[in-house]
């Protein structure tokens, strides 16, 4: 009696992986689970709007003959140099070192503080140019990306502030320090952060890419 074996069909593949895919978002955490969404939902907005801002410039480019005002580009190599303290933070809270951790959090805060600081001064030297928010629809797109990615940042930056006081407690507490250092959440909750930082990052990268590209 010879059986025969079929192939399940893609259809039926997709049933299968389904429940499968609703167990592992049970299995994270909320605030896992709520990174996770906004990286995504926010990558998709950023997408959209980069595709209408390409578009509008080819139609109509932003400023002929002019460059990207210097201030973005030093807003760049800030962000990018942000990876060697985020690097540093997790290290940190490997080895148990809480001072170095609230140091290196103050500079990443720092850090974004001054990259918020030139993207203003960015938009400063962009409306000298002639780059105004009501002229042109491809410069009114410039500013709603960077404007949007610099509310992004802003919310990384809060979340430091949280975090610089979380360890500020612990520091005045040994017991609490205890918990801290053995505490499985901590450490989700800075790698997540290192992770949305990452995602700000490489946002920025492509917006910054696009617009050299454009003026």
């Known amino acids: 009696m010879s059986m025969s074996l079929t192939k399940p069909s893609h259809d039926e593949m ?7 895919m609703i167990k592992k978002a049970e299995s994270l955490h909320p605030y896992q689970l709520l990174v ?25 480019p932003v400023v002929n003959g002019e460059q990207l005002p210097w201030p973005f580009w030093v ?14 933070l997790v290290h940190s809270l490997e080895n148990d070192q809480p001072l170095f951790v609230k140091q290196t959090l103050w500079t990443v805060f720092l850090v974004g503080f001054m990259f918020v600081g030139f993207q203003g001064w960015g938009w400063i030297a962009l409306t000298e140019q002639g780059v105004l928010f009501t002229a042109i629809p491809s410069g009114s797109y410039l500013y709603v990306l960077t404007g949007i990615h610099m509310l992004h940042l802003l919310g990384a930056m809060v979340f ?8 500020k407690q612990v520091m005045a507490n040994p017991i609490k320090g ?37 003026l």
């Open 75 to 88: 807003s760049t190599f800030l962000i990018v140099s942000s990876n060697f303290w985020t690097r540093k």
């Open 178 to 214: 205890l918990v801290f250092r053995k505490n499985p959440y901590v450490d989700m909750k800075v790698k997540l952060f290192v992770l949305y930082w990452k995602f700000v990052e490489i946002v920025w990268l492509v917006l910054f890419l696009l617009f050299v590209l454009a």
């Open 14 to 20: 997709k049933k299968r992986n389904f429940p499968s």
């Open 36 to 60: 996770y969404l906004a990286m995504v939902s926010s990558g998709i907005i950023f997408l959209f709007l980069a595709v209408a801002f390409v578009v509008t410039a080819i139609d109509n």
């Open 160 to 167: 430091v502030l949280l975090m610089i006081y979380e360890v």
